[in-house]
């Protein structure tokens, strides 16, 4: 039987992350989709994260893991 743990960043981690990344990636916009706005009657946001330079999802995921 396998254990898994599941891990919860605090602050202090999130702040350090952070701190890493901000040389490497761009702040990036939220975008309001009409079609789904519409579709669900509320707002809703896409956060543009494939205009980041190297135009990957995972790229704050991945600096970190290096």
Same mark, same amino acid.
């Not at 939220?30 to 543009?48: A, G, I, T």
């Given at each position: 039987m396998q254990t898994t743990t599941t891990y #919860?960043? +605090? &602050? /202090?981690? =999130? $702040? !350090? !992350?952070? $701190? /890493? %990344? /901000?040389e490497v990636v761009s702040l990036t916009p %939220?975008? /309001? +989709? $009409?079609?789904?706005? +519409?579709? #669900?009657?509320? +707002? =809703? &946001? #896409?956060?543009?994260e494939d205009l980041q330079l190297v135009r990957t999802y995972n790229i704050r995921r991945a600096y970190n893991k290096m």
């Open positions: #919860f960043p +605090n &602050l /202090k981690d =999130v $702040e !350090a !992350a952070s $701190e /890493k %990344l /901000k %939220l975008s /309001k +989709n $009409e079609r789904y706005s +519409n579709q #669900f009657d509320c +707002n =809703v &946001l #896409f956060k543009r």
